[in-house]
């Protein structure tokens, strides 16, 4: 149950932001013209390892260490 409590959180997170980038964000591509999407483009992906690689990486070590803390723990 506790791993549950762990990882529930980032997934929710992850949820959350995949659907808003679906929804909101990828919609707006379309709204930039072809000399500026270059331009706009470099800037989002400027953004996203703030979003979204070290949020779900800090996600994804929390849920390790603790998968192997508990199994270290069972086999003693």
């Known amino acids: ?32 013209g072809p000399k500026e999407f270059p ?9 996203l390892p703030f979003l979204v690689i070290l949020p779900s990486g800090f996600g994804i070590i929390v849920s390790q260490c603790y998968s ?3 199994c270290q723990r069972r086999h003693r």
């Open 1 to 32: 149950m506790l791993a549950l409590l762990v990882t529930l959180p980032f997934s929710l997170y992850m949820t959350g932001l995949i659907w808003s980038m679906q929804v909101l964000e990828y919609p707006l591509f379309a709204l930039v």
């Open 39 to 47: 331009a706009y483009h470099r800037r989002h992906k400027q953004t």
């Open 68 to 70: 192997i803390f508990m």
